[in-house]
């Protein structure tokens, strides 16, 4: 059995300046860790966090500027895929994330639940400045 975190976030923000904080490799680094993603379909790339030494290493599998990506997330014992799909309404944009594949309820998909919801507070920061 495949477990999956799901998570939804609201933002007054245009889905552009959304979809830049997803894609950008300097603005997304600066709520989720460095990396040097590019959206571009099986451009590989890598997340990474040298105070918790860890690395993700990261395919992307989809992209449908401004309303969906996904790409792999592979490192720290998981190998899981994660989609965003953005949505825009009333000024609103909806941001839902989806990561699957989690094997079991353990400590990396507690972490992803529980990171997921702190780095989407920290989205909301870095979009007021945007």
């Given amino acids: 059995m495949s477990l999956t975190v799901l998570q939804d976030f609201n933002f007054k923000s245009p889905i552009e300046k959304v979809w830049l904080a997803l894609t ?14 590019k959206p571009v379909v099986g451009h590989k790339f890598q997340f990474r966090n040298e105070q918790w030494n860890l690395i993700i ?15 792999t997330w592979v490192g720290g014992g998981i190998n899981t895929t994660v989609t965003w799909t953005l949505k825009h309404e009333d000024g609103t944009t ?13 400590q990396a998909f507690n972490g992803a639940k529980y990171g997921w919801a702190k780095m989407g507070e920290e989205l909301n920061n870095v979009l007021e400045v945007l």
């Fill in 24 to 37: 950008d490799a300097n603005t997304l680094g600066k709520w989720v860790m460095a990396n040097d993603i």
């Fill in 94 to 106: 909806h941001l839902h994330l989806e990561q699957t594949g989690f094997e079991k309820e353990d």
């Fill in 57 to 71: 290493d990261s395919e992307v599998l989809e992209v449908e500027e401004p309303h969906k990506l996904s790409y």
